[in-house]
């Protein structure tokens, strides 16, 4: 803004007229940026209490009246997508067995008895997440077929209060389909421990306010220290100091909050309900629609609804009409009847298994080019919960929202310090910089908790990656083939998956699968079973060994990685045979059955050198300068749970995600030029406590269909930069080798597909024709002069067409309609255009608005559209033959593009 301020100066019969423009930075009479500044000082002044925490019961041994569930009849069972409906009964049906059904009942045995095992249990948090190991609900008896001898794996479950859901320690749920025999015999404790929390105000110590210099260039911190009295009792006292950090950088564009919990007594009271973040969204919106939250899917779903984003009015009639939650337990911070809505993590215990931790606001959103709002995201990989609420201001009535850890539920002993994850926000205006609730979130990513790699922002490469295990077809002849082919592609890194640590003869068997070492295992060998101790397996390299392989493929591609899941082991594995101390046993198994692995507890220093030892081996012994990290586990139901104490919930899995961003942390600062490749069974911790630490994930396992790899990458940009977004094009799928055993020929187009992200090639690259290769090659060569656009540092990401989804459970793909994305250079005034006429799409012409009033005002909209003129386009890749032309109509309104082939995708580059 200027302002033009005219100053007359006396100078004897002269009047001298000075006329001085004063130009007054837009940032600093943001909204938004003024909503940061009066946080901070409401913070420091006491006013405002960024963190939360309940005080929940803590029961004697003693046992309370328990309650029968009667579990005869049809059950679902689901675990990562898959669903069987299974008839129970209590006798037994199909090799299953429930041997007691008691909801919420720990104390009582099959009987209804005191069971006197309980004789060393001296106390427990009421509710929560985590059943006492000795009482599982349910115990069910399964046959392990990859047994030898055939033997039994026992499971353990527990009942919801509803008598409707047994969550297993596998990971499984089972959910009741039809219930007309449901009962019980007595009425069950409360299904939530909701009635049992109190409120616990936190009092802040003015004394203890202080600013400090953060540790990062630029960030300024404000320590806060606050008391907890006793609520227990009338006398109050001192039994819990939390000591609240707030950092801001230097743009007061971004706060992070991390606290500490220190008992200054015995906690006589369980802590639940513990929000990392408590925040209210006070910033004025422009018109009178309301706010909106912008949230997405996590990254199990299936690829074609993986990382879709959604959106929901945060109307005080909302209601919970919005919700996305899959059972973590809800202790009210506020009014239960002003929640709005609630969402989280899923129960497995990685983060994005269900939703995406990280969320924007949107003020004004019915005209994006003057809304403003804040994003949030916990920097945490385990379980999470937002819940919002209809909160009073003194300036109206705005959404407060909680960012809470539901399966922490615990007592302290005096003088135990507890450290809880960072929560962060940020702030944005679209009519300071143009930006919106998506590319904020995704700018704010890459300045503030981005690594750099070798010093450097990381780029968004172009890698042979493949999945599965290496399938029996990749042999060692076949590999050189592969990293041969690579080469000529112009790939610039090259990585190996887990079957590096396996081999099978196909033409051996052992019960249907292959057998090595003794081991039964799937034909292309049993990676999951090897996992423990990473030694690539002479059997798969005879020839030349493995060593010889890596100098081979790093003679003409200069990045080379390698597959490694360090925190689990089966228990035949020499790691596990020499520190059974520093893991824990998945409770129910059997240790013949092969399919079982421990998990390493990093909550334990031990732990972490011994996870940080197998990732260094990767690089000083294998010269790895790129490492796919790994994590399969779902480790809150299967792990955590059997091991946690019922007063001393959730603290396993909070050390254990401590732990291994330590480990992270000392890989960074001692090999800042190894590239960290995150994975968790595709997706399932995507947060920014694993965005901090990683340089691309990968997103999804889904990788053998071009159309919901699409759609999941066109979903995924709206939240993360492109450099993070890792799935595989396998043309011939996980397992098996082309028809006839090639050679192949690959349509380069398809490609174009993968361009936004990584770059991924999978397995069967051997078999590509050498004119798909030559092809190939052009297209990397586009690729890497295209990805400059896609820098989230300095340009902008816009999705084509469809508009978030209006619930939390967005829709598969829609092969009728056109898909396409922006990448766009706002600075230097250019950008690109991905476009695809879908197999079923019936119009071959596809047209874009290129002026505001003809693009959806609550939509962002790139410069090319809010900028006068008439911008150039140019076709970079795609739509060979001849059937794609482009053209903008004289009245510049809209560029068309004619794609006459269905099924054709083009890439178009433009300047304005």
Known sequence: RATKIRLYLPMGAWRVTVALVLYFHAVACSPTVNFVT??????????????????????????????????????????????????????????????????????????????????????????????????????????????????IITHTGLISGDCNTISMDDGGVYSRVASPSAGRGATPPPPSDVDGCMAAPLVAHPESVAWSSGSREGWRVLTVSYDLPNPNSTSGGTVLVVTVRVSVNAANSTVRVESDLTAVADLPFCLGGVAVLNLTATLASPDTHPAVLHASSGGPAGADRAFQPWVCPLTPDRNGTCDAVQGTPYRAHDDPSTRILSVDSGLDGRSSNFQLPIHSIEFGAANSSTARGLWMAPEYSGIWRLDAYSASHAAGVFPRFYYSLPSLLFTMSETEVIRLPVASFGVWDAAIDGTDWANAVRRAIAIDFTPTFAGQPPAQLAVYQGLGALPSYQTED????????????????????AGTYTWCDPSSQCNGSAAVQGHCCAPQGDWWTDQGDYMPTPARFPEHGFMALEKYITSGIPNYGIWITPQAA??????????????????????????????LNLALPAAQDLFFGQFEEMIITFNASRIWFDYNTPARRTHWNPHEAPDRQGLLELGFYRGLYNVFDRMKQKHPDVWIEGCASGGRMVDLGSLSRTHSFWINDDSVSDDRNRR???????????????????????????????????????????????????????????????????????FKAARKLMNPLTTRYYRLFEPPATTPTPSGVDLSANVGWVYEDYVARTGLVFLMRQSASPDPAVSISL??????????????????????????????????????????????????????????????
């Open 38 to 151: 009066e946080w901070l000082d409401a913070v420091a002044g006491g006013e405002v209490v960024p963190v939360a925490v309940r005080a929940c019961p803590l029961l004697p041994a003693s046992p309370p009246s328990g309650a029968r569930c009667n579990v005869t009849g049809h059950w679902e069972y689901s675990r990562y997508g898959n669903k069987t409906v299974y008839p129970f009964k209590e006798d037994g049906y199909g090799g299953l067995h429930i041997t007691s059904s008691y909801a919420g009942d720990p104390w009582t045995n099959a009987s209804g008895q005191v069971d006197q095992s309980d004789a060393g249990l001296s106390q427990r948090c009421l509710g929560g997440m985590v059943p006492p190991t000795q009482h599982p609900d349910v115990t069910i008896h399964f046959n392990c077929d990859k047994m030898s001898p055939p033997g």
């Open 478 to 497: 076949t590999l050189y083939d592969t990293a041969a082919h690579a080469q000529v592609m112009g790939l610039e890194a090259f990585v190996f998956d």
């Open 570 to 599: 089966p228990w035949s594995s020499k790691q596990y045979a020499a520190n059974p101390e520093l893991y824990l046993n998945q409770s129910g198994s059997s240790t013949a059955c092969c399919s079982t692995s421990a998990l």
């Open 712 to 782: 999941l990458r066109l979903g995924a940009n709206l939240f993360l930069p492109a450099h993070y977004l890792q799935n595989a094009f396998l043309p011939f799928g996980c397992g098996a080798a082309p028809t006839g055993g090639g050679p192949a020929s690959i349509d380069p187009d398809r490609l174009l597909t993968y361009f936004a992200g990584v770059l991924q090639l999978g397995q069967g690259v051997a078999f590509w024709s050498q004119d798909s290769v030559e092809a190939a090659a052009q297209s990397v060569a586009v």
């Open 851 to 912: 002026t505001r009033p003809d693009w959806p005002w609550n939509q962002p909209a790139p410069s090319v559209v809010t900028a006068p003129g008439t911008p150039q386009f140019k076709i970079l890749a795609g739509g060979h033959n001849g059937n794609v032309t482009v053209s903008v109509p004289s009245d510049g309104r809209e560029v068309v593009v004619h794609i006459a082939t269905p099924d054709t995708q083009v890439l178009l580059g433009y300047t304005f």
